[in-house]
T-cell receptor, first 117, second 112 residues
Framework: DAGVIQSPRHEVTEMGQEVTLRCKPI?????LFWYRQTMMRGLELLIY????????DSGMPEDRFSAKMPNASFSTLKIQPSEPRDSAVYFC???????????????FGEGSRLTVL | GDSVTQMEGPVTLSEEAFLTINCTYT??????LFWYVQYPGEGLQLLLK?????DKGSNKGFEATYRKETTSFHLEKGSVQVSDSAVYFC???????????FGAGTRLFVKA
């Protein structure tokens, strides 16, 4: 079974450009998470969805960031306009969560490494 | 708010040494507790978990016990190998599993 698939794996862009990161979660999972990892701040939760609905976007740093999940098999994280301080590795993770049940593990993609010059 | 604190790294050990990485979390509700591991250039993957007090999670020789009274979930391994070199993350999960909080990560180097 395929794991969480992210694209692109690497992206180098110039300040001011729009960046779109993509994620395909594991089939059957009902929750999707976007994390950002940097040396300075570690692993930060940006936003998570349950059944395609955004539950908590309080971690999204600014209005320049937006995330969508149009269906159960696809999500995007968009940065517009991008800035050098957005350089990081962005991870998508998915899981199956039962309301009131035991917490399921997160399955991570391999990440998208973004460099903004 | 919810938070987790884990031992700062890097931790450098010789092969076959004993490993402990400390982790404490805030006791809001009754979280499930996880340890994830990240190998170079990869995403995080689950190492072990525990879902209720006194549960012991174990995998690949690693163990951690859910200690509700001390709000801790320390990771241990009796004899580390070079292949264990990675970054380890303690991660409590709150509120029905929708929100997992990650510690800062502890980098482990194991020398042959």
């Amino acid at each position: 079974d395929a794991g969480v698939i992210q694209s692109p794996r690497h992206e180098v862009t110039e300040m001011g450009q729009e960046v779109t990161l993509r994620c395909k979660p594991i089939s059957g999972h009902n929750s999707l998470f976007w994390y950002r990892q940097t040396m300075m701040r570690g692993l930060e939760l940006l936003i998570y969805f349950n059944n395609n609905v955004p539950i908590d976007d309080s971690g999204m740093p600014e209005d320049r960031f937006s995330a969508k999940m149009p269906n159960a098999s696809f999500s995007t994280l968009k940065i517009q306009p991008s800035e050098p301080r957005d350089s990081a590795v962005y991870f998508c993770a998915s899981s199956f969560q039962q309301t009131g049940g035991v917490t399921g593990e997160l399955f991570f993609g391999e990440g998208s490494r973004l460099t903004v010059l | 708010g919810d938070s987790v604190t884990q031992m700062e790294g890097p931790v450098t050990l010789s092969e076959e040494a004993f490993l402990t990485i400390n982790c404490t979390y805030t006791a809001t509700g009754y979280p499930s507790l996880f340890w994830y591991v990240q190998y170079p250039g990869e995403g995080l993957q689950l190492l072990l978990k525990a879902t209720k007090a006194d549960d012991k999670g174990s995998n690949k020789g690693f163990e951690a016990t859910y200690r509700k009274e001390t709000t801790s979930f320390h990771l241990e391994k009796g004899s580390v190998q070079v292949s264990d070199s990675a970054v380890y993350f303690c991660a409590p999960s709150y509120t029905g599993g929708f929100k997992t909080i990650f510690g800062a990560g502890t980098r482990l180097f194991v020398k042959a």
